[in-house]
């Protein structure tokens, strides 16, 4: 059968990582589980449980890996047992014979599918991590490279103040930043399920090890130790709580959001001409327009966000919906949930990066657009000048008022140039400051402390250089990420 005759997600056809990929695949995940069964015989043996040989667990550690013929045998017993769990026990058992009677000692399903989903989550976030390190670095730079170019700000989408092109490229580094603080902290502070029994009461190792509470600890802080925790959850159920499944959604997810309101701002700018991102030769806009430069890696980019961000909701729903101690209603929307929420994080990544990473802006256009506001901003220094010189102002206010809608007419109406500093230069009211008009509109004066906000947070021992210092080897070796379409 040809690979492309059954439906397989865009995430692994077009838009995610082969690293990421491939650590949510089955292999993946199935080899976890053998590693997590290998994991629970040596800690068993090793606090001195008897019947565990070396050879079982030889055995074992030589057939960590699910092969193909494995995954075959496994759809045969899962079929006729309708439980995946056990039908891989008896597969790795097939594989591992001296071991057949030990696997899965003591435990429930949980111990391999919970471990094993905080294994992967662990490992996607150390993914994902700094790959938006690398992001914040492009965005850095480009703030800083453009920090002092003037351009119009807008509140409620329309023309406000100026900032700096660098300055808004700053606002996007912050949220990017809180975006890293928070995968960064569910990372650090992740914690293992580890051996808790089918209620999380280890009851079934109580009995394994004759009441002895002891060896029950021993053996959860050799199963940490070996699988890179610093300890597991004070209180399981038969699960982890869910809890957790949502916190770290809010973290991801959260990038989403973020990406979604960055992208926004550049298909804006490139609506305006103001900024584009990345174009290449043989790029085609359109089908039917020939001359168009869509930004579609920014509509791209919102578009997995807008998935991405919406997926909280499912997590919430899991763990609120969770009956006492464990309902199953939480295994198969979590089997789609988690690896789409981290193949959805990788995708963005990488369009952010590649779109971060050769932005493009017009500073003429910028300009042009700053001209045709400025004679309204510098309205107000007009004024003060006024007052500085003896004058009113109320009186210079209500000047201005009348003159600027006379220029707004001419704008919106009559489709003419912004003509209110000409208006200004020809009313006699304002003879004292004719020859300061000229001097008061260079855009650079209307920017406030922008350049300094930009070097200050950005720059060199700034707070975004002190929180991307642990990623900067990765950051140094890591070319411009290309889409794969």
Known sequence: MSGVDNYKTPLDSRYSSPEMKKLFGARSRHSVWRELWYLLAQAQKDIGLEGISDEALAQMAAH???????????????????????????????????AASIIHLGATSCFVTDNCELILMRDAMDLLLPKLAKVIYNLTQFALQTKDIPTLAFTHL??????????????????????LKNIKTQREDLLFRGAMGTTGTQASFLEIFGDNGSKIDKLNEILCQKAGFPAIFDISVQTYSRKVDLDIANAI???????????????????????????????IGSSAMSYKRNPMRSERI???GRKLRSLPINFADTYSDQWFERTLDDSAIRRIDIPEMMLLADAILIGLDNVSSGLVIYPQRIHAHNMEELPFMAT???????????????????????LSHQASEVVKNKGGKNDLIERIKATEYFKLVWDDIDSLLDPKLFVGR??????????????????????????AKAGTVQLNV
């Open 302 to 304: 919102c578009s997995l």
């Open 253 to 283: 997810c959260g990038l989403g959001a973020t990406a979604m309101h960055i992208t926004n701002d550049i298909r804006h700018l490139a609506n305006m001409k103001e900024l584009e991102e990345p174009f290449e030769k043989d790029q």
């Open 64 to 98: 960590l890996t699910v092969t193909d013929e494995d995954f075959a045998v496994a759809a045969v017993e899962e079929k006729k047992r309708r439980h995946d769990v056990m039908a891989h026990v008896h597969t790795f058992g097939q594989v591992a014979p001296a």
């Open 158 to 179: 329309q023309p406000a103040q100026l900032i700096s092109v660098g300055r808004r490229a700053a606002q996007w580094v912050q949220d990017l930043m809180r975006d």
């Open 380 to 402: 107000e220094h007009i004024m003060m000048k006024i007052v500085a010189k003896g004058g009113s102002r109320q009186e210079a206010h209500e000047q201005i008022r009348v």
């Open 450 to 475: 922008s350049v300094e906000m930009v070097e200050k947070y950005c720059g060199k021992d700034g707070p975004v250089e002190e929180k991307l210092s642990p990623y900067m080897d990765y950051i």
